[in-house]
């Protein structure tokens, strides 16, 4: 597993929860250094045990672990540029969601050796979708709820999410968009202000 992916578990948990906690994890996971390096690669058994370890620190079910990791990932101030990244992806909610089926290309132009789980969205009529996310990691889809969640915040619009099952590698989300414009979105522009 990429290690940006274990690196932003780490981060969730330590601006989350603070560093005791994460120290804490690093123990249960049976880990040998507490710091994750973003650009290495990791043995893909060592992200589900490390998962695993946060939701037994915690004290709270991985699936919820999982999806608050997602919302973290999008509304956390210290990874702005990854709602960044997603923002790109249009300038409605439903344009957000079109664009998600190139979200793994997109991040490969980033961060050109990351590979993430295919996602395809598939429209079943006027607001109502479903998401289809595969990956070889149980509980993917929870994380993908995080970030829908936080990403429909982000735009004003007000979407019920489920996560509808999964099996063989395949979850599946879906997705009932209630009102495009519910409250005021967060602003977003195109050019980053100097500070």
């Known amino acids: 597993m990429h290690g940006l992916i274990n690196r932003a578990i780490q981060c969730f948990v330590s601006?989350?929860?603070?560093?005791?906690?994460w120290v804490e994890v690093a123990r249960v996971a049976n880990l040998r250094f507490v710091e994750f390096e973003s650009m290495l690669v990791?043995?893909?058994?060592?992200t589900p045990n490390l998962l695993d370890s946060v939701s037994y620190v915690l004290n709270r079910p991985r699936d919820d672990v999982m999806e608050d990791i997602g919302t973290y990932?999008?509304?956390h101030p210290n990874v702005?540029?990854?709602?960044?990244?997603?923002?790109?992806?249009?300038?409605?909610?439903?344009?957000?969601?079109h664009?998600?089926?190139?979200?793994?290309?997109?991040?490969?132009?980033?961060?050109?050796d990351l590979t993430l789980p295919r996602i395809e969205l598939r429209e079943h009529g006027?607001?109502?979708?479903?998401?289809?996310?595969?990956?070889?990691?149980?509980?993917?889809?929870?994380?993908?709820m995080g970030v829908l969640r936080a990403m429909a915040d982000d735009y004003g619009a007000l979407a019920v999410l489920e996560h509808a099952g999964s099996?063989?590698?395949v979850e599946t989300i879906s997705i009932t968009l209630i009102?495009?414009?519910?409250?005021?979105?967060?602003?977003?522009?195109?050019?980053?202000?100097?500070?």
Do not use: Q
Not at 80 to 89: A, P, V
Not at 126 to 144: K, R
Not at 179 to 195: I, M, N, Q
């Open 126 to 144: 006027p607001g109502h979708f479903s998401l289809i996310c595969e990956s070889p990691l149980v509980g993917y889809g929870h994380v993908v």
């Open 99 to 112: 664009s998600l089926d190139d979200l793994p290309d997109r991040a490969r132009l980033a961060v050109s």
């Open 15 to 21: 601006d989350s929860y603070g560093a005791d906690n």
């Open 179 to 195: 009102e495009t414009e519910f409250a005021k979105g967060r602003s977003f522009e195109l050019g980053a202000r100097a500070s």
């Open 73 to 75: 990932l999008v509304s």
């Open 42 to 46: 990791y043995d893909d058994d060592l």
């Open 167 to 169: 099996g063989k590698g």
């Open 80 to 97: 702005e540029r990854l709602r960044r990244l997603l923002r790109f992806g249009g300038v409605t909610f439903v344009e957000f969601l």
